[in-house]
């Protein structure tokens, strides 16, 4: 794990699950996180974020939103700004899930200004990078990861504003992981790119591991130097599997 003056985070994204009935979920995982030794933060869909920071309030559950756009408002059919996720009581953003880019085209500059504006909402920004299947076959994962950080993260960025998250696109949703070693050295470039793009905040950021962790790989992956916690998806919809990784990350 993690250096000390990281605090771990584990943070699941619902993606487009749930109905308000899963708000269940919330209060489920509102009473199971007392005393954990990390950040936990739930980012449900859009019509949920209202619902679920009201019922997570004073609690130590963070709600969060999935993406925002970079305006703060504005002629933008469909989608939400930062504004408007912090004045629904959220705490933090993901941008640039490897879905968001491969799906709606986002790239590293749209993602560099969602940053920007998440900031501008006074939020944490939970910045999503990772190397699709073909280019780790091609050896590309290293050069893929710097390029997103050089030109996604903001210079502005300091440990308190950006969590980052290594999100393989060939490990979300598949059940397949990198080996630990994998991670390891994929967590430990992130950081030296990243202090050379911010500097010796570097140092302070946490970089979350994202794609199939479950339960039951969490203690493993979780241990490993450099990895801060956690970017859960499908473990993340039912509180009793969600909190069996909340529980292996102390
Ligand atoms: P998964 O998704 O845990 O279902 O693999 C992770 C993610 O997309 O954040």
Redesign the pocket.
């Known amino acids: 794990m993690a250096n000390p003056s990281r605090r771990p985070l584990v943070a699941g ?1 619902w993606k487009m699950n749930g109905l308000r009935a899963s708000l269940a979920e919330v209060v489920a995982i509102k009473a199971g996180i007392a005393g954990a030794g990390c950040d936990v933060a739930i980012c449900p869909p859009a019509t949920l974020l209202r619902e679920a920071a009201a019922e997570a309030a004073g609690s130590g559950l963070l709600i969060g939103a999935q993406d925002c756009h970079a305006a703060a408002s504005g002629a933008n059919t469909g989608d939400i700004s930062a504004e408007m996720v912090a004045d629904a009581g959220c705490r933090l953003i993901i941008i640039g ?1 490897s879905e968001r880019r491969a799906d709606h085209g986002e790239t590293n500059e749209i993602v560099r200004q969602k940053a920007e504006a998440v900031w501008r909402a006074g939020l944490l920004a939970v910045l999503c990078i990772g190397e699709t299947e073909s280019q780790r076959r091609g050896g590309e994962t290293m050069a893929v990861l710097a390029r997103q950080i050089l030109e996604s993260v903001p210079e502005k960025a300091t440990s308190a504003n950006l969590v980052v998250a290594y ?1 393989p696109v060939w ?3 598949t059940g397949l992981t990198p080996s630990e070693d994998d991670i390891a050295a994929a967590h430990a470039h992130i950081r030296a790119r990243l202090a050379e793009r911010i500097g010796t905040v570097a140092a302070a950021t946490s970089i979350l591991y ?4 479950k339960p039951s790989n969490a203690a493993s992956i979780l241990s490993l130097a450099d990895v801060d916690g956690a ?5 993340s919809l039912k509180a009793a599997d969600f909190l069996g990784i909340v529980a292996a990350s102390s």
């Not at 994202?210 to 962790?213: A, C, K, M």
């Open positions: 994204n899930h999100e490990a979300i949703g994202g794609g199939s962790v970017l859960v998806g499908g473990a």
